[in-house]
């Protein structure tokens, strides 16, 4: 079964950076489309960022694209999410996702198998 831990998560003053990373085990990383995706209290999961098994094909919601980048090394089993120019709507729990199906869109919580437990981010305004 694979696992995903993430990390990296922290309170940040906005305009600020943190970068998160997720480690997985159990399974073939490279085989697995991975997403991040966030949430807050009363809100349903919102969908922040995909990358193909490759890394060659990424995805960024509306609302991070132009200051967050998705990014992975199959070598180390890790995906990242680099945040840059952070805002007090940014703050959230963040998860990391694993999906096998191939030619998804990523953006759908459905489609991913296996999530994380979630790191916490917080931005201060």
């Known amino acids: 079964q694979v696992q995903l831990v993430e990390s990296g998560g922290g309170l940040v003053q906005a305009g600020g950076s943190l970068r998160l990373s997720c480690v997985a085990s159990?399974?073939?990383?490279?085989?697995?489309?991975m997403g991040w995706f966030r949430q807050t209290p009363g809100k349903e999961r919102e969908f922040v960022a995909a990358?193909?098994?490759?890394?060659?094909?990424?995805y960024l919601a509306d609302s991070v694209k132009g200051r967050f980048a998705i990014s992975r090394d199959n070598a180390k089993n890790t995906v990242s999410l680099q945040m840059n120019s952070l805002k007090p709507e940014d703050t959230a729990v963040y998860y990391c996702?694993?999906?096998?199906?191939?030619?998804?869109?990523?953006?759908?919580?459905?489609?991913?198998?296996?999530w994380g437990q979630g790191t916490h981010v917080t931005v201060s305004s």
């Open positions: 996702a694993a999906g096998s199906r191939p030619g998804i869109s990523g953006a759908v919580v459905g489609d991913y198998d296996y």
């Open positions: 159990g399974g073939t990383f490279s085989r697995y489309h």
């Open positions: 990358i193909s098994w490759s890394g060659g094909i990424t």
